[in-house]
């Protein structure tokens, strides 16, 4: 079985610049997140998708991030404009329905150094 | 508000020795929690879990306590091996509708040869 897909793995760019990432989670599931860890920290939850709906959006500074699930399979996050302290990974992770003990399965991340 | 405290932020042993990484939490409503691994450049992969109904559970070597009075879970990783060596973050569920993961901020754990 073919895990979480996320790219680019790496991206540089100067601040006010836009960037996007790109997830492509485990076949046949339904659930879909994208975290963002700041180095020192845990992972925090920015949005969480059930197929392409939003779930929980409430961490997601909507001013400049935005994200969508079309086809409830791959998705994209992007920040418009980028600041500094958004340097960080970005992490996407699915699991199949979301639901109690349901597993979450990361991606490799997306390191984003902004400049 | 850090609601899931990981308060070691290294810890190093000696191969073949246990290896205890300690986890607080302070929301009362968190019913379900887990363990992750991380090496470097590489996503969080599952470790473990326990439910708030378990005061423990066993895979191999890695059995995690839960102490729900304490608030508080510990990973036991025995014996501990050179690629162990990594971050451990703890993870936390609320109970209800809310399926949220709340992580700590991880433990790096060096295990020596």
């Known amino acids: 079985e073919a895990g979480v897909a996320q790219s680019p793995r790496y991206k540089i760019i100067e601040k006010r610049q836009s960037v996007a990432f790109w997830c492509n989670p485990i076949?046949?599931?339904?659930?879909l997140y994208w975290y963002q860890q700041i180095l020192g920290q845990g992972p925090k939850l920015l949005i969480q998708?059930?197929?392409?709906?939003?779930?929980?959006d409430s961490q997601l500074p909507k001013d400049r991030f935005s994200a969508e699930r079309l086809k409830g399979v791959d998705s994209t996050l992007k920040i418009q404009p980028a600041k500094l302290e958004d340097s960080a990974v970005y992490l996407c992770?699915?699991?199949?329905?979301?639901?109690?003990?349901?597993?979450?399965?990361f991606g490799p991340g997306t390191r984003l150094t902004v400049l | 508000d850090q609601q899931v405290k990981q308060n070691s932020p290294s810890l190093s042993v000696q191969e073949g020795r246990i290896s205890i990484l300690n986890c607080d939490y302070t929301?009362?409503?968190?019913?379900?929690f887990l363990w992750y691994k991380k090496y470097p450049a590489e996503g969080p992969t599952f470790l473990i879990s326990?439910?708030?109904?378990?005061d423990k559970n066993e895979d191999g070597r890695f059995t995690v306590f839960l102490n729900k009075s304490a608030k508080h879970l510990s990973l036991h990783i025995v014996p501990s091996q050179p690629g162990d060596s990594a971050v451990y973050f703890c993870?936390?569920?609320?109970?209800?509708?809310?399926?949220?993961?709340?992580f700590g901020k991880g433990t790096l754990l060096t295990v020596n040869p």
């Open positions: 929301n009362s409503m968190f019913d379900y």
């Open positions: 998708f059930q197929n392409n709906g939003v779930v929980d």
């Open positions: 076949s046949g599931h339904a659930t």
């Open positions: 992770a699915s699991s199949r329905d979301g639901q109690g003990t349901d597993t979450q399965y």
């Open positions: 326990i439910s708030s109904i378990k």
């Open positions: 993870a936390a569920k609320g109970g209800g509708s809310n399926y949220k993961l709340t």
